[in-house]
């Protein structure tokens, strides 16, 4: 049985196109900057929010009627959802796909049920992405869902549900190399706290410390040359994580000796959680080196909370993407859509518009930073406000060949006052908004 029967294959036909289950802007093909526009965006789709979410919320209950929710056993309704979520994935036209452990096989009712179940659905996907050519951007694995991780997972007070957590990083580790997967995510949902009168702060870090460098060992062991990343999100479901924004994460993979070995995945609504842009998290992890790759949705600026709606605001994200096109691209990582439909946009095509506006926006984004890139002008910018560190007297304080002292004593010596010079951000801003136009 298809699901997706009635839509065909989604197909780029320009702006002027008055087809809604067709591309308008996003033409994989068009070379943008020497590359090619698929090959600058990488997107993927997710499997939990498309596949797994039933449209529940903490005031009402599923409102999607899937065929792969009922009417058969687990790892029945695990293979139809299999079979279901390569068709979209296909008939999107996505590169890639990424998914949690427990959105593609059930929990079963021991650990090594929970593991054998796996394994035979990993052996589905590879026979998905052999016949359709989709591959993985990344897997990961759902520490968070089950009751057992209410209290964390790698820092969770009982050891023995540690040992539970390693077993399915493991698990999901084998199959995202299996499966050739460039990328292994870490996102540590419950690794937090509610209260400070029943947590030990510093041990559970400690225990993150340990969980993390245990995963990169097991990373050379097993040969998987992807990169490991860690995404940043600052509280929901815990009231406070450990993994609060990118500096926060650098700072705890500097404490624990992991700098070079992890970077970051991006999540767009968590940056905005955290108090920042998307951007800025974007730059941050650029000048820090661990940057990685992107969740694309956007939040409510009404909603405290976590929406994971489709992105839709073309200059905010072509600001993001100037960002990562200036950190030097996304290398491994790409453009995963970690968002989802409305619980009230209930019809199969549903999954393809938001989808397809949200492919649209990255590719206008990616178009406008590169016009960007190309004019020069914002960089020229940037350059010229910070000349003065490039001179041979700038480059003497940075690399440490100039003292405190003599610094001020130059100062009393020269007895010159220096004017401040006008950081032009409303200029600036109407550049990018030309861009835009």
Known sequence: ??????????????????????FKH????????????????????CYWHNFVWTG??????????????????????????????FEFFAKLGLPYYCFHDRDVAPEGASPRESHENFLRLVDVLGEKQQATGL???????????????????????????????????????????????????????????????NTRLGQEMDQLGRFLNMVVEYKHKIGFQGAILIEPKPREPSKHQYDFDTATVYGFLVRYGLEKEVKVNIEANHATLSGHSFEHEIATAGALGILGS??????????????????NNVPETAIALYHVLQAG??????????????????????????HIGGMDVCAQALLIAEKMIEDGRLKKAVDARYAGWDTAAGQDILQ?????????DQVLQTNTDVAPVSGRQEVLENLVNRFCG
């Open 1 to 22: 049985m298809s699901y997706f029967e009635h839509i065909q294959p989604i197909r780029y036909e320009g702006a002027d196109s008055p087809n809604e289950l067709a």
């Open 294 to 311: 992107l969740d694309m949705n956007r939040g409510d600026p009404q909603l405290g909370w976590d929406t994971d709606q489709f992105p």
């Open 135 to 197: 591959k993985l951007l990344w897997g990961t694995a759902n520490l968070f869902s089950h009751r057992r991780f209410m209290s964390g997972a790698a820092s969770n007070p009982d050891p023995e549900i540690f040992k539970l957590a390693a077993l399915q990083v493991r698990d999901a580790m084998d199959a995202t190399l299996k499966l050739g997967g460039e990328n292994y995510v870490l996102w540590g949902g419950r690794e937090g706290y509610e209260t400070l009168l």
């Open 26 to 45: 996003y033409d994989k093909d068009r070379m943008v900057l020497g590359k090619r526009m698929e090959e600058h965006l990488r997107f993927a789709a």
């Open 400 to 408: 440490g060949r100039r003292s405190l002292d003599a610094l001020a």
């Open 56 to 85: 529940l919320d903490p005031f009402g209950g599923a409102t999607f009627e899937r065929p792969w929710f009922q009417g058969g056993t687990p790892m029945e309704l695990a293979k139809a959802k299999a079979d279901a979520a």
């Open 329 to 354: 691209g996304l290398g491994s990582g790409g453009l995963n859509f970690d968002a989802k439909v409305r619980r009230q946009s209930i019809d199969a095509a549903d999954l393809f518009h938001g």
